[in-house]
């Protein structure tokens, strides 16, 4: 199976901050990787795919980019509604697909 | 817009079969998998496996021995059972699409179900 690894596993940050969180595969996925977020209560949103194509209607202050077997989620500048919980997941070999264990983006 | 809805038993003792089925409105049937995802403080998100319009499945391998993923293409519906279930099986439960199927292995998860907690307790 393939492992992905997301760090931090939770951050503190305020509205105007640039966040960023990286999410490691254990081995090449080439740039097959998806971002989610996840708010309380609710199932994750699709924003990324295939590492840097934004999902239609997703604000353009979220951003992915990737180098080697490390990905990175960016948002340029924290909005109130961005405070949520964020997934990466691999969709380059399965079964199974597997997710990172998110990180917990706080006020 | 596709729309993903579910439903099934949330409360369940150990060794019985949990069954969930999700509904799908909106949109092709074809061309995607229709996937099961479960969420818990443990395990996280956790892929439990999918189903193609026409039948094809690809189960989680942790997970295969107990899984049985079917679909019911005149109702646009898709259904997990998971037999022999134990506490570590309670989680929320989503449905999701899973593709586009031409484009694999770019694919993704998009739309989820609402989610069904189902808890396992004796």
């Known amino acids: 199976d393939i492992q992905m690894t997301q760090s931090p596993s939770s951050l503190s940050a305020s509205v105007g901050d640039r966040v960023t969180i990286t999410c490691r595969a254990s081995?090449?996925?080439?740039?097959?990787l998806n971002w989610y977020q996840q708010r309380p209560g609710k199932a994750p949103d699709l924003l990324i795919y295939?590492?840097?194509t934004l999902q239609s209607g997703v604000p353009s202050r979220f951003s992915g980019s990737w180098s080697g077997t490390v990905f990175t989620l960016t948002i340029s500048s924290l909005q109130p509604e961005d405070f949520a919980t964020y997934y990466c997941?691999?969709?380059?070999?399965?079964?199974?697909?597997?997710f990172g264990g998110g990180t917990r983006v706080e006020i | 817009q596709v729309q993903l809805q579910q439903w099934g038993a949330g409360l369940l003792k150990p060794s019985e079969t949990l069954s969930l089925t999700c509904a799908v409105y909106g949109g092709s049937f074809s061309g995607y998998y229709w996937s099961w995802i479960r969420q818990s403080p443990g395990r996280g998100l956790e892929w439990i496996g999918e189903?193609?319009?026409?039948?094809?499945?690809n189960y989680n391998p942790s997970l295969e021995s107990r899984v049985t993923i079917s679909v019911d293409t005149s109702k646009n519906q898709f259904s997990l059972k998971l037999s022999s279930v134990a506490a570590a099986d309670t989680a929320l439960y989503y449905c999701?699409?899973?593709?586009?199927?031409?484009?694999?292995?770019?694919?993704?998860?998009?739309?989820w179900g609402q989610g069904t907690l189902v808890t396992v307790s004796s």
């Open positions: 189903i193609s319009h026409s039948g094809s499945t």
């Open positions: 081995q090449t996925i080439s740039s097959y």
């Open positions: 295939a590492a840097s």
């Open positions: 999701a699409r899973h593709g586009p199927t031409f484009r694999r292995p770019i694919s993704w998860f998009d739309p």
């Open positions: 997941q691999q969709s380059y070999s399965a079964p199974p697909l597997t």
